[in-house]
Protein backbone atom coordinates (compact mmCIF):
# COMPACT_ATOMS: atom_id res chain seq x y z
CA UNK A 1 0.00 0.00 0.00
CA UNK A 2 1.50 3.30 -0.68
CA UNK A 3 1.93 5.62 1.49
CA UNK A 4 -0.17 9.51 0.99
CA UNK A 5 2.26 11.76 -0.91
CA UNK A 6 2.49 15.31 1.63
CA UNK A 7 3.66 17.82 -0.63
CA UNK A 8 2.04 18.42 -3.43
CA UNK A 9 3.60 18.54 -6.88
CA UNK A 10 4.34 21.34 -8.91
CA UNK A 11 2.07 20.43 -11.35
CA UNK A 12 -1.21 20.21 -8.87
CA UNK A 13 -2.63 23.19 -7.67
CA UNK A 14 -2.54 23.38 -3.90
CA UNK A 15 -6.40 23.14 -2.71
CA UNK A 16 -8.27 26.13 -0.84
CA UNK A 17 -8.83 25.31 2.65
CA UNK A 18 -12.85 24.88 2.93
CA UNK A 19 -15.39 27.08 4.66
CA UNK A 20 -12.65 30.07 4.48
CA UNK A 21 -14.94 33.07 2.94
CA UNK A 22 -12.55 35.18 0.52
CA UNK A 23 -13.48 38.46 1.65
CA UNK A 24 -11.32 40.21 -0.20
CA UNK A 25 -12.82 40.17 -3.36
CA UNK A 26 -10.49 42.17 -6.17
CA UNK A 27 -12.43 45.41 -7.17
CA UNK A 28 -12.63 46.99 -10.29
CA UNK A 29 -13.45 50.58 -12.21
CA UNK A 30 -15.33 49.67 -14.73
CA UNK A 31 -15.12 53.26 -15.91
CA UNK A 32 -11.32 53.34 -15.76
CA UNK A 33 -11.23 50.20 -17.56
CA UNK A 34 -14.13 51.23 -20.78
CA UNK A 35 -12.00 54.32 -21.13
CA UNK A 36 -8.72 52.14 -21.42
CA UNK A 37 -10.48 49.69 -24.00
CA UNK A 38 -11.81 52.59 -26.06
CA UNK A 39 -8.06 54.51 -26.12
CA UNK A 40 -6.44 51.36 -27.67
CA UNK A 41 -9.22 50.71 -30.08
CA UNK A 42 -8.58 54.65 -31.24
CA UNK A 43 -4.92 53.62 -31.55
CA UNK A 44 -5.67 50.55 -33.30
CA UNK A 45 -8.01 52.13 -35.59
CA UNK A 46 -5.96 54.65 -36.87
CA UNK A 47 -2.82 52.72 -37.39
CA UNK A 48 -5.11 50.66 -39.38
CA UNK A 49 -6.36 53.86 -41.24
CA UNK A 50 -2.85 55.30 -41.57
CA UNK A 51 -1.48 51.50 -42.88
CA UNK A 52 -4.15 51.56 -45.39
CA UNK A 53 -4.07 55.26 -46.76
CA UNK A 54 -0.11 54.62 -46.78
CA UNK A 55 -0.36 51.58 -48.76
CA UNK A 56 -3.10 52.11 -51.21
CA UNK A 57 -1.44 56.57 -51.92
CA UNK A 58 2.04 55.85 -52.96
Do not use: C, W
Not at 9 to 34: I, R, S
Amino acid sequence: MAEPNPTPTPNEPTPAPQGTPQGNAPVFDYDKLASLITGKQSVTEDTVLKSYFNAHVR
